[in-house]
């Protein structure tokens, strides 16, 4: 199969690269289930951007500046906040139904979330996530130029390298990717002149995550055996608020329920100390402190007092209120028998968010060309040591659009002759067990380890146990044929790595990663950078 370009992922970025090329350009989309299947589509929240004249980009590039760390490339949050109100624009024009506000200068109801000096948050609701993609997937669905490949998984890049002895000065190239239609198990070789890592982040590789079990950080695992450097995998951002029950799988309280006044307060099991507000002994800020500092102090409370949670009351507010801006948070919890109208919510943290990736340049260029890092798979900078809440969907947009226009400002060369993917010497597995069994310890000790408080030795514990873990999965890999889930594991596994030796090379306390042994933070700030040896 021939494509001027593949893109893998079909969250906000990869759709917003495909809308963009699809007028001159053949693209096909390759998607590990069905297209709403991604993060993007649980996003609650909403896209930060500057649409009121009470409001400046120097302002909005401040915000996130602080909630970096120290560690935000500036040159990439301004270009990123000052191309935000075309994405929003954008966005609007394609018929995104953001919630309307006949007072607001644009029309529409900004909100403010953690982190933000100005009410910046356009959304939908607190479903804005799912209102853009089913916009965008209308607009995919019917473009001629775009091919779907839904229920279909990523395998590895085809480089340069694959192809037979390279010129010693001949720089690899990127010329396409293995594809496996998960329903036949059958593997397709795609070729493609441009392709777009858009796979989204990691949360799968922690036991407890807001992201849908499609974030398996597949393409910064893929990038990286491809000789693509990966940078500040150390920052994993935990969301504060996800909702704590026991049939309730990965559903997050959105952050705009402390924005509009909602209170973390201790639970009944903290004895005397129940109903008491405990935000303000941690930070001036209280609620609206940046996520960071709210996921550790939720840790603390928690571990402190023996606690499964605490709880966020927002039941002050007016009914009507809650149930017009959180229809969605109101629906679920009710049918788990909580009235947020009358009731606290309880709440854990929650692995949510990797800000760290494949190291890109505000075009989406990766290291290898021909090869493109899109959304939360890449690290242009912007997020620096902890992420600014809403700023991740405005990257998506605006570096989709960046990544489209230089892949368009290129003259079409065609792609070589590319080999099939061979499976001559493997067998089908015996006991796939096994995969089940490495998944679970991964997911076990990368959250007791690798969590939201680390030490040197919690880390050196992991970075042990997935050496012995990445030669079993290894030697599966070579002798099995692949499945989806074996796929995700090697993922996974890889991707764990380059958090924990991210994490050990860190020799200070910034933002998302904190560490017991060394929690001074260090007078200048450093982004960590990993390369891969080559192969």
Request: glycine fraction near 8%.
């Amino acid at each position: 199969m021939k494509f001027d370009v593949a893109i893998v992922g079909s969250g906000l970025a990869g759709l917003s690269v495909a809308l963009h090329l699809a007028e001159s350009r053949k693209v096909a989309i390759i998607s590990k289930r069905a297209l709403l299947d991604g993060a993007s589509n649980w996003a609650q929240g909403g896209i930060a951007a500057v649409l009121d004249s009470g409001d400046s980009h120097a302002q909005h590039i401040s915000d996130t500046l602080v909630a970096g760390g120290g560690l935000c490339d500036e040159g990439a949050t301004r270009f990123i906040v000052e191309h935000g109100r075309e994405a929003i624009e954008w966005l609007i024009g394609l018929g995104v139904p953001f919630t309307r506000d006949a007072s607001a200068e644009l029309g529409f109801h900004l909100t403010r979330e953690g982190g933000h000096s100005q009410r910046r948050i356009i959304h939908a609701a607190d479903a804005t996530g799912h209102a853009v993609q089913v916009t965008l997937e209308q607009k995919v669905r019917a473009h001629p130029n775009i091919t779907l490949f839904e229920h279909h998984c990523a395998i590895d890049v085809i480089t340069t390298d694959k192809l037979g002895p390279r010129p010693a000065n001949a720089q690899p190239r990127c010329h396409g990717l293995y594809v496996q239609d998960v329903n036949s198990g059958e593997v397709h070789t795609m070729a493609a002149e441009h392709t777009v890592m858009a796979t989204g982040g990691a949360g799968k590789v922690y036991l407890y995550t807001t992201n849908p079990d499609t974030a398996s950080g597949d393409g910064i695992a893929m990038a990286w055996r491809a000789g693509c450097r990966v940078s500040n995998m150390e920052f994993i951002q935990f969301h504060p608020t996800c909702l704590y029950h026991p049939y309730a799988k990965s559903f997050l309280i959105t952050e705009a329920i402390r924005g509009e006044g909602g209170l973390l307060k201790l639970p009944p099991e903290a004895g005397a100390s129940a109903g008491q507000r405990f935000m303000l002994a941690h930070d001036e800020r209280a609620e609206l402190a940046p996520r960071d500092v709210v996921a550790r102090a939720i840790d603390f409370e928690i571990k402190k007092r023996g606690l499964d949670y605490v709880h966020l009351d927002i039941s002050h507010k007016p009914a009507d209120f809650l149930i017009s801006h959180f229809p969605t948070i109101y629906a679920r919890c009710l049918e788990l028998g909580i009235d947020i109208t009358k009731q606290p919510i309880p709440i854990v943290p929650a692995a949510h968010y990797t800000c760290g990736g494949v190291v890109t340049d505000l075009f989406g260029r990766t290291d290898l060309p021909g090869l493109y890092a899109v959304g939360e798979t890449a690290c242009t900078g912007l997020h620096g040591a902890n992420r600014l809440a809403s700023n991740s969907l405005l990257e998506c947009v605006v570096i989709g659009r960046a990544c489209a226009q230089d892949i368009l400002a290129q003259d079409k060369e065609g792609t070589p002759f590319l080999p099939d993917w061979d499976e001559s010497r493997v067998t089908d597995a015996d006991e796939e067990v096994v995969i089940a069994h490495n998944w679970d310890e991964l997911r076990r000790f990368m959250w007791n380890y690798v969590g939201i408080v680390r030490t040197t030795k919690r880390l050196e514990r992991a970075q042990h146990r997935l050496a012995l873990l990445k030669e079993e999965i290894d030697e599966y890999y070579r002798h099995f044929r692949i499945t989806s889930d074996l796929l995700e594991l090697r993922n996974l596994v890889e991707v764990a790595s380059l958090i924990v030796n991210s994490a050990l090379q860190r020799r200070e306390s910034r933002g998302l990663h904190f560490s017991r042994d060394y929690p001074a933070t260090l007078p200048k700030a450093l982004p960590t950078v990993l390369t891969p040896e080559r192969r």
